[in-house]
């Protein structure tokens, strides 16, 4: 720019036969020439790093390096992330330096964060380097697992070790009968009150046939957590049908399924139960039922990048689960695929959990023929879900309170007399 103020200057005073205008561009080209040879010769860098490699829902973070070229008096930086208003940041020369850059969100997933635009100044900002791009990169942000209690177990406990206490003898602590001594009991077993009381021979004072004390044994349960990524819906209704970006602070169905199935799975983990997951969007193969520290990471691994990928076909059966699994299919229920998947698996004898992700709808921006199309859409998953619970599929919706409904739950009698 001083350059060009130069050569125009000099221009208008030759052309104008006027020494004294002329004379004025000779500042101008001194500091243009001094400029030009005190320019920085090499280019910065600017990298961004996350800061922790297990960013959780709340504040994200990472950090940019900067390093700018020698002779760079500042470096002007311009951080922008898709939802949010751009920040900008001047930076003093010289030495490398970090810069650590944070964000609220409500979002779960992968999501691209942290475009930085940056440029370099050097001579009193008389020399301007190209914009350069760093970023955005992607970061995988869990959903926080919140803690529950009083989950509610299978119809049957196939596992042969655990917490729950089930319908079959075997080691266990919740007494079951007392019957005669016979092989294959323990000596431990022997309850020494009854066989007193209902054996000794009141002639001799001896024993005679002795009574061992039979408990139920525990197992551990199988769990199946279903998300249902086919769609991803957010609170505003007039973006359900595309081309209008979801901000990030507002929650989707899918933030809702992740954060419900990251604390369903957690609490049963947490149990000693084995615990899978499985997408129903997806046909590629499920994270297969474990226990144990490794397994929970697994699943966090596999749920932060559950996501909508193209139209998925229509299953001819439901997927095929362990035998005696409690199924929690999480799901918006807005069509009819993922309750008829939900009525198989009830008929094949699992007992199912569905649980509502639809998050709170607003309307602000529709008109009266969308408003009407919204409650019809809405009436049909209503009476979706009554039909579920009527072929004995048990509905929760995710919210606040749902401790309380899964506790609910947990409490409705099973088959066989049992709790």
């Known amino acids: 720019m001083a350059a060009f103020a130069a050569v125009t200057v000099l221009t208008i005073g030759v052309a104008g036969g006027r020494p004294d205008v002329a004379v004025l561009a000779v500042p101008l080209l001194l500091t243009s020439l001094w400029a030009g040879l005190t320019r920085p010769r090499q280019a910065g860098t600017l990298t961004l790093t996350p800061t922790t490699e297990h960013s959780e829902t709340g504040q994200v973070r990472t950090e940019a390096r900067v390093k700018p070229p020698a002779g760079a008096e500042a470096v002007l930086l311009r951080v922008s992330s898709q939802g949010y208003r751009p920040q900008h940041a001047l930076v003093a020369g010289g ?25 370099t100044e050097a001579f ?15 970061i995988a942000v869990h959903p926080t697992a919140r803690p529950l209690k009083d989950m509610p177990l299978p119809f049957r406990l196939p596992g042969l070790t655990g917490t729950h206490t089930s319908r079959r003898v075997g080691e266990g602590y919740e007494t079951h009968d007392v019957h005669e001594f016979a092989p294959g009991d323990r000596l431990r077993r022997i ?6 009381r209902r054996a000794i021979d009141t002639s001799t004072g001896r024993l005679g046939t002795l009574y061992a004390r039979r408990t139920f044994a525990t197992a551990d349960a199988t769990v199946m957590i279903v998300v249902d990524s086919r769609d991803d819906v957010g609170e505003d209704v007039s973006a359900w049908a595309g081309g209008i970006d979801v901000r990030m602070d507002e929650t989707t169905s899918l933030d809702v399924a992740r954060e419900a199935a990251a604390a369903i799975a957690r609490a049963y983990l947490d149990l000693g139960d084995r615990v899978g997951l499985d997408d129903l969007g997806r046909r590629r193969r499920p994270v297969p039922p474990a226990a144990g520290r490794h ?39 807005l069509d009819d695929e993922a309750a008829r998947i939900a009525r198989q698996w009830r008929a094949y004898g699992h007992r199912v959990i569905a649980v509502d992700t639809l998050p ?36 929760v919706a995710w919210s606040a309170d749902t401790a309380v409904e899964l506790h609910a739950v947990s409490r409705t009698r099973l088959p066989g007399g049992r709790r």
């Not at 979002?107 to 940056?118: A, I, P, S, Y």
């Not at 009193?124 to 992607?138: D, E, H, K, T, W």
């Not at 699943?299 to 409690?326: C, F, K, M, N, Y």
């Not at 009407?372 to 039909?387: D, I």
């Open 95 to 119: 030495s490398a330096r970090s810069i650590p850059l944070s964000l609220e969100t409500s979002r779960t997933g992968v999501h691209e964060m942290f475009r930085v635009d940056w440029l």
């Open 124 to 138: 009193g900002a008389v020399l301007v380097s190209s914009p350069r791009q760093a970023g955005p990169i992607p």
């Open 191 to 196: 309850d020494w009150r009854v066989s007193a």
């Open 295 to 333: 397994q929970w990471e697994r699943i966090q691994q596999r749920l932060v990048r559950v996501a909508p990928e193209g139209w998925p076909d229509r299953r001819q059966r439901a997927p095929q689960l362990p035998s005696g699994a409690l199924v929690v299919l999480c799901s918006t229920f």
């Open 360 to 395: 709170q709808v607003s309307t602000a921006f529709l008109n009266e023929f969308q408003e009407t199309a919204l409650r019809l859409v809405l009436l049909e998953r209503r009476q979706r879900l009554r039909a579920l619970e009527r072929s004995g599929v048990e509905a």
